[in-house]
């Protein structure tokens, strides 16, 4: 008997970006709609979660309508409703929330809540039909900076972990104290490339006990006090070569520790996820790193790396087979862990 297809409506809504996806078979991504609020958030620099999760409010339908429009499919060819429920902002979690248990409630479909890390790590699915786990992820964004054992669909082990900012956050504080705004990570890759890397040296942390966890708040410090520095003298700074600097210091750490796991767990695949992943220089050193090391390398369009509702589905899609559903009392989780399910 030929195998039904399966279509999951996929609902994120964690942070400043309201999407809804439709996903067939997990990989295949139908529509892929996302609604950033960037604009309304750049003036105060950084997200404002109070307006975010009102911004969501009046965007969700809208986007979803347009989700299914795009993909040309019904509410009743859907099989799941799938949706991030942490971690993130638990006003505008909540409202992602919400919408997927009134359509899953409403079209009596199962409901499916998602972890965002793992949405962001099953964007590797989406243009790799053939990556299939075990493999080791970096995964950088805004909010998080982990390197992941990717055991089987759905289980995972964190063997490094940031212990103060993540990746996109130093990003994006740096970004504001030379003047580029909010996102910083984006306007940072693109100054970087006029500056040189090595003008500044700036410190790569070493943090004790796991040889895998990071560190980015002292290199932050550190950019700062040399904006400071130029000041008080007043020597003008090359935003360019400051950028340049910074961000070099950011990808060796991130590489170096990459590579040394990917060594000690003896992988074949590695991959990259976040936003912080569409950076042209780290998925270079990433590709240079894994070619002296044999390992394949995976990686999602930028599309894919920032925050999407195509990820949320590629990973329900593997809850759905195993027939993991959410009872009606899902609730949004706002520190939810890796590999935890409330
Ligand atoms: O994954 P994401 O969209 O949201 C979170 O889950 O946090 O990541 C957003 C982060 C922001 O900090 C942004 O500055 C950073 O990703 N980012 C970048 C680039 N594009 C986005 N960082 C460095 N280079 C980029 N090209
Ligand atoms: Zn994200």
Redesign the pocket.
């Known amino acids: 008997m030929e195998k039904k297809d399966i279509y999951i409506l996929a609902i994120e809504s964690?942070?400043d970006?309201t999407a809804a996806a439709v996903v067939k078979n997990g990989r295949e991504v139908l529509s892929n709609v996302i609604s950033s609020q960037i604009e309304l958030h750049t003036i105060y620099g950084g997200v404002v979660p109070e307006i975010a999760s009102r911004k969501h409010i009046e965007k969700i339908n809208q986007v979803i309508e347009q989700a299914l429009e795009e993909a040309s499919v019904d509410f009743e060819k859907i099989d799941a409703i799938a949706v991030t429920y942490g971690p993130?902002l638990v006003g505008a979690l909540l409202v992602g929330v919400s919408a997927a248990k009134a359509l899953a409630f409403a079209l009596n479909k199962p409901l499916i809540g998602v972890h965002?890390i793992e949405g962001?790590i099953s964007a590797n699915y989406i243009e790799n039909r053939e990556l299939k786990p075990p493999f080791l992820c970096l995964v950088?964004?805004?909010?998080?900076s982990h390197l992941v054992q990717v055991k089987d669909y759905g289980e995972y082990e964190i063997i490094g972990r940031t212990r103060d900012d993540?990746?996109?956050?130093a990003?994006?504080k740096v970004?504001r104290a030379i003047g580029l705004g909010y996102?910083?990570?984006?306007k940072?890759?693109k100054l970087s490339k006029e500056g040189n890397p090595e003008a500044i040296h700036f410190p790569r942390a070493k943090v004790g006990e796991s040889e895998y966890d990071f560190s980015f708040s002292g290199l932050k410090s550190s950019v700062l006090n040399y904006i400071n520095g130029c000041q008080m003298k007043n020597q003008p700074i090359c935003p360019a070569d400051v950028a340049a600097s910074f961000?070099k210091a950011v990808i060796d750490v991130l590489v170096d520790h990459s590579m040394q796991a990917v060594k000690e767990y003896g992988v074949k695949q590695f991959a990259i996820a976040?936003?912080?992943a569409?950076?042209?220089h780290?998925r270079q050193a990433v590709k240079e790193g894994c070619e002296k090391n044999h390992v394949e390398f995976y990686y999602p369009s930028?599309i894919y790396?920032?925050?999407n509702a195509a990820m949320i589905g590629c990973a329900a899609y593997y809850e759905f087979i195993k027939g993991n559903f959410h009872d009606y009392d899902l609730n949004a989780v706002p520190n939810l862990k890796l590999g935890e399910r409330v």
């Open positions: 964690s942070c970006e993130g965002h962001h950088v964004s805004g909010g998080h993540a990746a996109g956050e990003f994006d970004a996102p910083g990570g984006p940072i890759d961000q976040g936003g912080v569409s950076n042209g780290l930028p790396c920032t925050d």
